[in-house]
């Protein structure tokens, strides 16, 4: 039986690892909600990973639902690549669920 890093398609990432290099890159997904979602998103950027901020809202709209703690969204924020969705107060529960975890699935796979 072959190895996988025996194989010529996949040393290329092997010998990157090797070396020291990551053969990847993890990236979190969060919206960046107060609470955990932040908690997470600021440990995640300190172990190095990607930070993807699919909003379910415009971010100004999106923005209203945490006033109080607004800095620290777009400290957040500025860190990501950030993706606004096209949810509306009109359906809002349908924009906050379907939307944005939709769109987490579909990233996942």
Same mark, same amino acid.
Do not use: H
């Given at each position: ?18 070396? #020291? /290099? ?9 919206? %960046?909600?107060?609470?955990?979602? +932040?908690? !997470?998103?600021? $440990? ?26 607004? #800095? /620290? ?9 950030? %993706?606004?969705?096209?949810?509306? +107060?009109? !359906?809002?529960? $349908? ?15």
């Amino acid at each position: 039986m072959t190895k996988l890093a025996d194989d010529p398609m996949a040393k290329p990432v092997y010998s990157a690892a090797a070396a #020291g /290099a990551a053969p990847f890159t993890l990236r979190l997904l969060s919206p %960046l909600a107060e609470g955990s979602d +932040r908690l !997470v998103a600021e $440990e995640a950027l300190k172990a190095g990973y990607g930070l993807y901020a699919p909003l379910p809202f415009s971010q100004p709209e999106y923005e209203n639902d945490f006033k109080e703690s607004v #800095g /620290a969204f777009r400290a957040l924020s500025a860190q990501a690549e950030v %993706l606004e969705l096209d949810g509306g +107060r009109t !359906v809002e529960n $349908e924009s906050y669920r379907s939307r944005t975890f939709s769109w987490c699935a579909i990233a996942i796979s």
